[in-house]
């Protein structure tokens, strides 16, 4: 699996980056704990699905290696989240989309990360997951929308709860595109309410990809 970049995004926190161009078969070789993770394997993948699985598992054990030397094996909460068994003040997040896996890691943060090809399938489920005026300012750019689409994941996956309405619940000041920038996000709640700084960058061309941590918030 070729790097892309491994890097550092605060003292306590690294962001993974490769492009996935191996086999099932060589991502398993490069995996460790074998067992623990064909236990946890899920039934009925296609060939693709299972790289971006394997891929995933394998990116976030070589980030590790650059924040411990703890020996520490991945399992998923009750919410899905993944986590550190041997390791469980850490936040970790997985996220691929083609060919692109991606992971944040943090010793003392909970953490969220996206990575989305840009296609018109996001302009399509816009009014699924944006509001009004989020869908005004997106327009009919694919590559908005589908950032748009990948800070609310972001934002989700930063606070794993499960049954959040996007359009209603998980909101995003209007933006001006770039190749790289911060947004503002806010999670709603009847009696909570807190703002994130999720910070975006587009890894190739037909990609963007968003990431925040605990770590940003003012």
């Not at 003040?89 to 943060?109: C, D, E, I, T």
């Not at 699924?128 to 989700?156: H, I, N, Q, V």
């Not at 909101?171 to 909570?192: D, Q, Y």
Request: glycine share 6%; proline share 6%; hydrophobic share 40%.
């Amino acid at each position: 699996m070729p790097l892309h970049s491994l890097s550092p995004i605060s003292q306590t926190s690294l962001l993974g980056l490769w492009q996935l161009t191996e086999s099932a078969e060589q991502l398993w070789s490069a995996l460790p704990a074998h067992a623990h993770y064909l236990a946890r394997f899920p039934d009925g993948r296609d060939e693709a699905r299972t790289q971006q699985w394997l891929a995933g598992r394998v990116l976030a054990h070589q980030a590790l290696r650059e924040l411990s030397d703890a020996p520490a094996t991945l399992a998923n909460d009750a919410n899905g989240r993944p986590y550190f068994q041997e390791l469980p003040h850490y936040g970790v997040s997985l996220s691929h989309s083609g060919s692109w896996v991606a992971v944040l890691l943090s010793s003392q943060a909970a953490v969220g990360i996206d990575i989305e090809m840009i296609r018109p399938k996001a302009q399509r489920l816009a009014p699924r997951f944006l509001s009004e005026t989020e869908r005004a300012d997106a327009g009919d750019d694919a590559a908005k929308c589908s950032l748009y689409w990948s800070a609310k994941e972001t934002l989700y996956k930063l606070h794993s709860r499960r049954g959040l309405v996007f359009r209603e619940q998980l909101l995003l000041n209007p933006f001006e595109l770039r190749e790289a920038g911060v947004l503002t996000g806010h999670l709603l709640f009847e009696n909570f309410r807190s703002q994130h700084h999720i910070h975006y960058l587009r890894p190739s061309p037909d990609y963007v990809l968003t990431y925040a941590t605990s770590e940003l918030v003012p």
